[in-house]
T-cell receptor, first 111, second 112 residues
Framework: DQQVKQNSPSLSVQEGRISILNCDYT??????FLWYKKYPAEGPTFLIS?????DKNEDGRFTVFLNKSAKHLSLHIVPSQPGDSAVYFC??????????FGTGTSLTVIP | ETGVTQSPTHLIKTRGQQVTLRCSSQ?????VSWYQQALGQGPQFIFQ???????GRGNFPPRFSGLQFPNYSSELNVNALELDDSALYLC???????????FGPGTRLLVL
């Protein structure tokens, strides 16, 4: 029973364009949502988060959107840069003591 | 750099053996979680420790056990290793029930 799904295993985007990564979750009890970025041979690095009381959170080139009715969140990266090439995981929690991760989307930004 | 370290970085074991993985916590972080990440999958929650007590457990058998020490560092022990235990094991620390976790680089375990 996959609580969090990232249906696109991979995404390629031209440098300077927008990257949109998507994530769907099943349980409406989740109230905090995070995106992590992972380079090979490293652990996931926290990128950006959003609580369920908001529908958008922005940090520089990164924006996370939350659609609670659709149980969907997305990460927008504008403009995309080659250094953004990595695997992106979304994660959800409702208590802070158990986090559920998606399977990841591998983003490649082409120079 | 998150300040979370894990040892060893790589490990090879054979079926039936036991393994202990270690994680040092970032300063001020009294909560540690362990995850198993199989190839092509996202991290799967094993368990969490808060102030030396288990504070939640995922769908893993009892041969996966843990400890947290007074300095908030932690160990993951796996007994009777199986081939399917081959994975990247990640620990993540946080301050209390704060929603943001900080990950170590992981230990890659190969069971032959």
């Amino acid at each position: 029973d996959q609580q969090v799904k990232q249906n696109s295993p991979s995404l390629s985007v031209q440098e300077g364009r927008i990257s949109i990564l998507n994530c769907d979750y099943t349980n409406s009890m989740f109230d905090y949502f995070l995106w992590y970025k992972k380079y090979p041979a490293e652990g996931p690095t926290f990128l950006i988060s959003i609580s369920s009381i908001k529908d958008k959170n922005e940090d520089g080139r990164f924006t996370v959107f939350l659609n609670k009715s659709a149980k969907h969140l997305s990460l927008h990266i504008v403009p995309s840069q080659p250094g953004d090439s990595a695997v992106y995981f979304c994660a959800v929690t409702n208590t802070g003591n158990q986090f559920y991760f998606g399977t990841g989307t591998s983003l490649t930004v082409i120079p | 750099e998150t300040g979370v370290t894990q040892s060893p970085t790589h490990l090879i074991k054979t079926r039936g053996q036991q393994v202990t993985l270690r994680c040092s916590s970032q300063s001020g972080h009294n909560t540690v979680s362990w995850y198993q990440q199989a190839l092509g999958q996202g991290p799967q929650f094993i368990f969490q420790y808060y102030r030396e007590e288990e504070n939640g457990r995922g769908n893993f058998p009892p041969r996966f056990s843990g400890l947290q020490f007074p300095n908030y560092s932690s160990e993951l022990n796996v007994n009777a290793l199986e081939l399917d235990d081959s994975a990247l094991y990640l620990c993540a620390t946080q301050r209390g029930a704060e929603e943001t976790q900080y990950f170590g680089p992981g230990t890659r375990l190969l069971v032959l």
